[in-house]
């Protein structure tokens, strides 16, 4: 299993970024999809999932200005990022989720996100 993240850079506040994440070696239509970000000295957090029907959910901070998206066809995962925060600076990581009884979760690598004043 394989999730390659990419997307990240240095932008400055009110600027945009597009994350994507590829997966390979799961079924990714049937796996849930989630970015969360971890930034220096602070906790991993979800940013935002979608599940296999396509439905998404955000975290309060992200809310009206992150969008979460699936293409299946393309095993890809996307996190479109408007109006970026200084506080959005963190390593942004991909993460699929399957439960069939067992649970199976595998990360991503990371990309650094900077959002500069």
């Known amino acids: 299993v394989q999730l390659q993240a990419s997307g990240g850079g240095l932008v400055q506040a009110g600027g945009s970024l597009r994350l994507s994440c590829v997966a390979s070696g799961i079924i990714f239509s049937a796996n849930a999809m989630s970015w969360y970000r971890q930034a220096p000295g602070k906790q991993r957090e979800l940013v935002a999932s979608?599940?296999?029907?396509?439905?998404?959910n955000y975290a309060d901070s992200v809310k009206g200005r992150f969008t979460i998206s699936r293409d299946n066809a393309k095993n890809t995962v996307y996190l479109q990022m408007n109006s970026l925060k200084p506080e959005d600076t963190a390593v942004y990581y991909c993460?699929?989720?399957?439960?069939?009884?067992?649970?199976?979760?595998?990360w991503g690598q990371g990309t650094q996100v900077t959002v500069s004043s």
């Open positions: 979608i599940n296999s029907g396509s439905s998404a």
């Open positions: 993460n699929s989720d399957f439960r069939n009884g067992r649970r199976y979760v595998y």
